[in-house]
């Protein structure tokens, strides 16, 4: 494995704002694939357009913001989206938190990139053509495997052969479920009732990422987005494939794999992330993902060491929803930070 610098790193991931500093961190190049986390604050110049990014890549996101690529709708790109990003696909985003952008990426080499679309019944005609969706569901299991092997990926002892190929599965499984949402979403009726369902799920995920420890009923979403709590349920289910509480515990879980690498006790982390107690986070975790949240800990512990932040301090405490700074992803001529 190759580590690249900065100014190589840039070729893949166009930065746009200060000249001679980017926000990549951590890039590892193979030939076949690269992989990133990318760390933009809000408040960087060029925070609204960093793209296009030159290999088809998967991205996984941190902090909720919304993504808007080319000429689609816009989408709430949180730890439970997968985005997909075609190759030399532009771009923009927007703030929904005061953290910026922070997520992990991994791109793969056109040709490679192809046959696994290819393996999954798309037709992937090009690199630019590979999905013709602009993001997927991400399973709780699918987010765990990417951040163990992001941090696995940091170690420079480890086998290459096996990174290698759980690269290349991790872009599989991120692209999987797109091929089963857009034939749910093609059964939709009519184009205005297919917008307004949209738009109405993108919303309530938006409230759902940035309000993700907050005890809230469906009643309490329903109304911020004035719907009947049926028609959220019903429409939030046949957008996203999921229900409104599986989408929010998994996005807790996330948030909660954050807290553990920190070394924050669990019982805080438990009251961080919104469950009643440690035993209800222990049971959940346990039953989304295999594992006991210790023995999480204990497998990232192995791995890494704290994580440093933008400006070089180690992170740690407690940290809980931001302070949005802007929410409705529907709204595509919002202004950007």
């Known amino acids: 494995m190759i580590r690249m610098s900065e100014r190589d790193a840039s070729r893949f991931h166009r930065l746009r704002g200060r000249p001679g500093v980017s926000p990549n961190e951590l890039v590892v190049a193979d030939r076949d694939w690269l992989h990133g986390r990318f760390r933009l604050p809000v408040d960087w110049p060029g925070f609204a357009d960093t793209g296009p990014i030159f290999w088809p890549t998967v991205v996984f996101a941190r902090e909720p913001v919304v993504i808007i690529q080319d000429d689609a709708e816009p ?6 989206t997968t985005m997909v990003y075609n190759a030399l696909r532009p771009y923009k985003r927007r703030a929904l938190t005061d953290r910026g952008d922070r997520c992990e990426w991994f791109s793969v080499v056109p040709h490679l990139a192809i046959e696994i ?18 993001h997927t569901t991400c399973a709780p299991a699918l987010y765990r495997d990417q951040r163990r092997l992001s941090t696995q990926l940091a170690d420079p002892g480890a086998d290459p052969l096996g990174l290698g190929e759980a690269v290349l ?7 999987e ?29 938006a409230v759902l990422a940035q309000r993700y420890a907050d005890r809230l009923t469906l009643d309490d ?29 998994a996005l807790r879980i996330a948030a909660a794999l954050d807290f553990i690498a920190q070394g924050t006790p669990l019982t805080d982390v438990a009251l961080a992330t919104g469950f009643s107690s440690h035993s209800h986070f222990t049971q959940t975790f346990g039953s989304l993902l295999g594992e006991s949240p210790s023995a999480w800990r204990r497998k990232i512990m192995q791995a890494t060491t704290p994580e440093i932040g933008e400006r070089g301090e180690a992170r740690s405490g407690i940290r809980g929803p931001q302070t949005p700074v802007r929410g409705d992803p529907s709204n595509e001529t919002a202004a950007a930070s």
């Open 177 to 205: 479920p797109g091929v089963t949402a857009r034939q749910r979403r093609s059964a939709a009726v009519t184009e205005p009732t297919r917008r307004a369902h949209r738009d109405l799920a993108e919303n309530a995920k």
């Open 169 to 175: 599965d991790v872009f599989r499984r991120a692209l």
């Open 75 to 80: 989408v709430v790109a949180d730890p439970n």
């Open 117 to 134: 679309a290819r393996s999954l019944g798309l037709r992937a005609e090009s690199p630019e053509s590979l999905a013709p969706f602009t």
């Open 221 to 249: 979403l329903s109304d911020e987005l004035e719907v009947s709590p049926f028609h959220l349920a019903r429409t939030f289910r046949h957008w996203t494939g999921q229900t409104v509480h599986k989408y929010l515990t």
